[in-house]
T-cell receptor
Framework: AQSVSQHNHHVILSEAASLELGCNYS??????LFWYVQYPGQHLQLLLK??????LVKGIKGFEAEFIKSKFSFNLRKPSVQWSDTAEYFC????????????FGKGTHLIIQP | NAGVMQNPRHLVRRRGQEARLRCSPM?????VYWYRQLPEEGLKFMVY????????ESGMPKERFSAEFPKEGPSILRIQQVVRGDSAAYFC????????????FGSGTQLSVL
């Protein structure tokens, strides 16, 4: 079955620390990859996406993610986090030609301490 | 441009009652998705609809759950004879034509079954 794994359920960092959240997906052919973010009290919103082309994608608020096909990974990174980055982060995959819905990971709860 | 609107935000039902969750997609969006989130779990795809059509219901439980997206009016997720295990957050998302995977989420409906 298609699945998405996020390695860390809870991450606590200090401001200005670097961030990397892991995401791996099960093999299933060609994929579209996404990171969604849910800030406290708000709805989920798209952070960045990869469809094709440059495997290093830039998103909003200084986030980026790198698609490594050989590792089935799409890790999210940010060089220097801010307190306002405290949120829940979800990795998601759409398998082209597969079911129409996105397959989501369980999420990573990121807490940034001032 | 209003976002995806879900109501109610919170819904309390007793076992055996019916729950009706409503979702109005963003203006111009013709695709609606329903997801369920259980505690400590990621978002689970339930169903994908376009106007008057169910496109993919591979994530819907076989019994008691149904969804519709009529020509006029919001999409409805209906759960008959609710049980305690149905308690969860139910999220609706919409996407514009030709941009599947780029989802705009509502704030969700928290269903509590007593």
């Amino acid at each position: 079955a298609q699945s998405v794994s996020q390695h860390n359920h809870h991450v606590i960092l200090s401001e200005a620390a670097s961030l990397e959240l892991g995401c791996n997906y099960s093999y299933g052919g060609t994929v579209n990859l996404f990171w969604y973010v849910q800030y406290p009290g708000q709805h989920l919103q798209l952070l960045l996406k990869y469809f094709s082309g440059d495997p290093l994608v830039k998103g909003i608020k200084g986030f980026e993610a790198e698609f490594i096909k050989s590792k089935f990974s799409f890790n999210l990174r940010k060089p220097s986090v801010q307190w306002s980055d405290t949120a829940e982060y979800f990795c998601a995959v759409k398998y082209r030609g597969g079911a129409d819905g996105l397959t989501f990971g369980k999420g990573t709860h990121l807490i940034i301490q001032p | 441009n209003a976002g995806v609107m879900q109501n109610p935000r919170h819904l309390v039902r007793r076992r055996g009652q019916e729950a009706r969750l409503r979702c109005s997609p963003m203006k111009g969006h013709s695709h609606v998705y329903w997801y369920r989130q259980l505690p400590e779990e990621g978002l689970k795809f339930m169903v994908y609809l376009q106007k008057e059509n169910i496109i993919d219901e591979s994530g819907m439980p076989k019994e008691r759950f149904s969804a519709e997206f009529p020509k006029e009016g919001p999409s409805i997720l209906r759960i008959q004879q609710v049980v305690r295990g149905d308690s969860a957050a139910y999220f609706c998302a919409s996407s514009p034509p030709g941009k599947q995977g780029i989802l705009f989420f509502g704030s969700g409906t928290q269903l509590s079954v007593l």
